[in-house]
Structures are given as C-alpha cells and as structure tokens.
C-alpha cells in the first residue's frame, strides 16, 4: 500500500520505501495583556533554477521541528519526501498527518548567504501577521525601522529547534524589548 493505496503490480513489498515518520511539538498562544512582537524575518527561498520567493519566517523556539506553508513550496515546484507527523499541541492534544518533508535553500537579505534546511509542509502555520506595530520606540534599541526586515502576511516559515544554529545572533534589550540579528537578519 503506497500513501493508502494499494499497489497494482506484483512484486516483493520490500521494494517500496516505508514511510518516514517525525513527530514534534509546536507551541501557540495567546497574551491579551500585553502585545507580543513575536521573531520575525524576511528572507528569500530559492527554488530550482534560482527562482526566488520572499518568505517571512518565525523563530520558535518552542517548536521541536521547523515547517513550511505548502502553498510557498509548491510555487517554487520543490518535491518532497513523504511523511507521517503527529504533531503535538500545548494542550497536549496531538494531530497525526500525512505531509512532505522538503529540503529548503533560504537566503539572507542581507548578506545573500544561502542555508540549507529541512521542513515540514503544513497548508497553514498561522494567520496574517503584521509589520513592526506602531509605537513601537526601536530607537532605544539602536535600530531604525529600516534595519528590521519583517514584512505582513500569512507565516511562510517555521524555524524549530531542529534547527538551532538558526536562532543564534547578538541581542539588544532594553526594557521588556528585545531584538536578535540571527543569520537571516
């Protein structure tokens, strides 16, 4: 049976790959009291024949495994590995499905280098989300609306823990505000 269909030709079953199975934790929540300004970047995916996509990713540092909306790596025509994830919630309660695991080229805006990455394809990771918020003082961080690249829209990409190196950079804090320039900016 291949992706719950039953194969048609006869031969050996050792002849099909067995699926890989991945199973992670994603955290989302909600804080009414205060506005969160969640880690968010701009970059660049790159596709086959460098054909580029400007992509908003989430550092999450409370995710296990990293994802990918899968409208962004289909209009970039990348394939993926079949895979069964279950992914747990914070409320515990856990969702198993059946995706893609993509090999991904990200790109810094800034300094152009290229990471390679894996992650899981997920229709959505979240709703729309929003450029810096209005008053918001980056001055008492030393930085100036244009040194931060977040754009507004839908999450294209989720980087977990899986991929650690990714969420390191120098931080600036001032107060309860605080910025990280990690390898995407």
């Known amino acids: 049976m291949i992706n719950g269909r039953q194969c048609t030709y006869f031969h050996r079953l050792l002849l099909h790959k067995p699926q890989e199975s991945v199973t992670g934790s994603v955290g989302i929540t909600l804080n009414e009291s205060a506005k969160a300004i969640l880690p968010i970047v701009q970059t660049k995916m790159v596709g086959p024949k460098g054909r580029e ?5 989430l550092f999450d ?9 899968l409208s962004v790596v289909e209009n970039l025509n990348l394939k993926g590995r ?20 993509f090999q991904l080229q990200i790109k810094s805006l800034e300094t152009n280098m290229l990471y390679q990455i894996q992650a899981i394809g997920l229709p959505t990771i979240n709703e729309e989300i929003e450029e810096i918020p209005e008053g918001i003082d980056l001055q008492r961080l ?43 900016g």
């Open 53 to 57: 996509y400007t992509v908003n990713v």
């Open 142 to 184: 030393k930085l100036e609306h244009s040194d931060v690249k977040r754009g507004s829209g839908p999450l294209d990409l989720l980087i977990g823990l899986d991929l650690a190196q990714m969420h390191s950079g120098e931080m600036r804090q001032s107060g309860n505000l605080v910025a990280r320039h990690s390898l995407l």
């Open 82 to 101: 079949h895979v069964h994830v279950t992914i747990t919630k914070l409320d515990g309660e856990q969702e198993q499905i059946q995706t893609k695991r």
């Open 61 to 69: 540092s409370g995710a296990e495994i990293s994802l990918v909306r």
